[in-house]
């Protein structure tokens, strides 16, 4: 009697298909979360460092992402969330591009959680993320957790691209200053749960701002971070030397 060969089992690629929709649905939350998704940062924190390309093609075509080709400085490109692609996680937004200020912004948090040092566990907060905190502290204004200091600590992001760097620690110390006069904050700074992180858009600032705060007595008992932070001007040289350490 002829033996029928039996079908092929359908289970390699239904897992196969699962894992990929989970992935898609991991980049929107990358999105939303960073509120901008560069090549790198997406390649980076989801791809293993592969080519992040052609996600950004295929969510625009699905209208998930509005992506921006090419229009940062050194033809690098970026994409935002949209309310078909919010939808797609259980999230109602009300898109709308970003002005330079908050895509400055937007570029340099995500370049410092995700790309300044791999593997730190640093990560943006959401603005109802921030609400839960109960710490009074602005949900508008951009803060990150790490675990760097050995324990989650929330730092509020500071953009010290410019100023001098005495009058950079006068700001930074008045930010300590105003939450030690909050009861809510003052728990918060007094447990090293709550602190701040300087971003420079270049390395040469980096190192400025460190060197001026390495000098100053009074940060002695925050927590006090100082790191790469580019703006949309300064992005393109920043990947370009990251990947030539690399």
Known sequence: MPTTARPPDPSPLRRKAAEY????LA?????????????????ESLFGGKEAGHVFRRFGDRN???????????????????AAGGKEIGREI???????????????????????????RRYRLLPEEMKTLKAGLAANVPHIVTEEFGEPVVLRVFQATTGKPAA???KALSFFERA??????AAWVRSGQLGLVLLGHTPERVAQLEKSLAADARFGGYKVQVG???????LARCLRERRKKS
Do not use: F
């Open 21 to 24: 929709a989970a992935r898609d």
């Open 180 to 185: 030690l006069a909050d009861k809510r904050q």
């Open 64 to 82: 998930w992402l509005n992506v921006q080709g090419m229009d940062l400085p050194g033809g690098l490109s970026y994409a935002t969330l949209t």
């Open 228 to 234: 790469l932070g580019p703006t949309a001007e300064t």
């Open 94 to 120: 009300k898109p709308k591009q970003p002005g330079p200020v908050a895509l400055d912004a937007a570029i340099a948090v995500a370049y410092y959680c995700l790309l300044e040092k791999p593997g730190s």
């Open 168 to 170: 950079v620690r006068n």
């Open 27 to 43: 980049v929107l939350r990358h999105v939303y979360r960073n509120g901008v998704a560069l090549n790198a940062t997406v390649s």
